[in-house]
């Protein structure tokens, strides 16, 4: 076994699965939900925002969400495989066009929102009935097909 072998095989086990990490592209509003340890306390705490960036891959893959506080930007970058992320939750699903969306840095007010996705759900909608039947065996939907003659 070789270096990269042993490396993988480590990395393996610190993954989260794919049940854990719901499916979120650029744009979409999300809720970070982070363990805060305080002493021998531990709390969640609730981040919000709108997710401008994703980056690297495998265990160093890495979310950039910004929100306005106090009329001010803050941007907070969250290693997605951390064991400080409890959950993440997508609250609406923006329409982006880019694949970093750090033009929102220079925007004030309204064109600082990003308009709903309602077009071209159709691969999110996929992906979510795909994880709820993966348990289930998953049976093919026939589609009517009109005649052409009658």
């Known amino acids: 076994m070789n270096r990269t072998d042993t490396i993988e095989s480590i990395v393996a086990d610190q993954l989260r699965g794919d049940a854990d990490i719901p499916y979120f592209t650029v744009g979409d509003t999300l ?10 306390k531990e709390r969640i ?29 803050v941007e907070r970058i969250f290693p997605l495989h951390s064991p ?12 982006a066009r880019r694949a970093k969306l750090y033009y929102l840095r220079d925007r004030v007010g309204k064109s600082r929102r990003l308009r709903d996705q309602r077009r071209g759900l159709k691969h999110v909608q996929a992906w979510e009935a795909k994880q709820a039947t993966s348990g289930q065996a998953a049976t093919p939907v026939e589609e009517p097909v009109a005649d052409a003659g009658e």
């Open 84 to 95: 400080r992320i409890a959950k993440i939750e997508v609250v609406r699903r923006g329409d």
């Open 31 to 40: 809720n970070v939900h982070t363990r805060i340890i305080e002493g021998e």
């Open 45 to 73: 705490q609730v981040y919000q925002g709108v997710l401008i960036g994703m980056k690297g891959r495998g265990i160093n893959r890495t979310i950039t969400v910004r929100r306005i506080v106090a009329n001010e930007g």
